[in-house]
């Protein structure tokens, strides 16, 4: 069956992350027209699709060694996926926070240097670079919210994630193209922002998620007992609850140290994410005082 919980995980990983890199690759693109290089754009799209493709293989072969796992290394394997995404997002969330105001001056400055030393196959391993990162995190994140819905809603999970992640994918595909004509005009700080809250949730989730993995196989021994059962009001094996539970980890009988763990998580990291930067003071030269005769 359908996992709307799923595909809506997926899908806003997949356009967080895919808006990110259609971003770059537009400010390459762009930069490139505009310095009359418009014939080196080729070997831009040749450098995001190798980084595609690799990102893509990558979290294939993770997520397929799944399946050949038995217990308790199932679990080692999906709680450990799981704590390395949220790992993942997170920073991936406070760099970007502290650096989405110097992307455009960072890549147009390796442009320059790429450019000068006339070598135009570099333009392809400067898109390659600029694209794995994301590729590479968004394939790791995938497998974490692929586990965890294969864990609650069997195959159709995973399924769904991926669905959601091609459309998001796909939509910024087209925001990327919008970027590069320049005719959408999009508050990149404000989307970043909020769709950030959203990640933090989902990596909370990831962390809970992973916690019972390990509480499972007895990896933790503290804080094993149930805190508090309301399956009877919303159960996370269907409904709103399982959307819940594929969006957000949520599940309606949580073990102590899962819920410390998710709350812990979201009471800490979201109080740094929302937290205003602090900008360093701009000094002002003193004026110059006139010497009258």
Not at 6 to 23: C, D
Not at 192 to 197: D, L, M, P
Not at 226 to 231: K, P
């Amino acid at each position: 069956m359908f996992d709307i919980g799923a595909f809506t995980s997926g899908l806003l990983t997949g356009l967080r992350e895919g808006v990110e890199a259609a971003l770059i690759v537009s400010i390459i693109c762009a930069y490139l027209a505009r310095t009359g290089n418009a014939r080196h754009l080729g070997r831009i799209g040749l450098g995001v699709a190798a980084a595609v493709v690799a990102s893509a293989a990558l979290g294939l072969v993770i997520f397929a060694t799944l399946g050949e796992l038995q217990t308790p290394w199932e679990q080692v394997f999906e709680g450990t996926t799981m704590l390395v995404a949220a790992a993942v997002v997170t920073w991936m969330l406070f760099w970007m926070r502290r650096q989405a105001s110097a992307v455009a001056g960072h890549l147009q400055r390796a442009l320059d240097r790429v450019l000068t030393a006339g070598s135009a196959w570099g333009l392809l391993l400067l898109a390659f670079t600029a694209v794995i990162r994301e590729g590479l995190e968004t394939a790791l994140f995938l497998v974490g919210q692929a586990t965890a819905a294969t864990t609650s809603a069997g195959g159709a999970g995973a399924a769904s994630v991926l669905a959601g992640a091609t459309v998001g994918l796909l939509i910024s595909v087209g925001l990327g193209y919008g970027f590069y004509r320049g005719s959408r005009r999009i508050n990149l700080g404000r989307f970043f922002r909020w769709t950030g809250v959203l990640l933090v949730f989902i990596a909370a989730g990831l962390l809970g998620s992973a916690v019972h993995e390990f509480v499972e196989i007895g990896w933790i021994t503290l804080g094993t007992q149930t805190a508090f059962d309301i399956s009877a009001t919303l159960p996370h094996e269907a409904g709103i609850g399982l959307f819940l539970r594929a969006l957000f980890g949520y599940s309606s009988t949580p073990e102590v140290a899962a819920l410390a763990t998710w709350v812990t998580y979201l009471v800490v990291v979201l109080s740094l994410y929302l937290r205003p930067l602090h900008q360093r003071p701009t000094v002002r030269p003193e004026p110059v005082p006139v010497v009258r005769a």
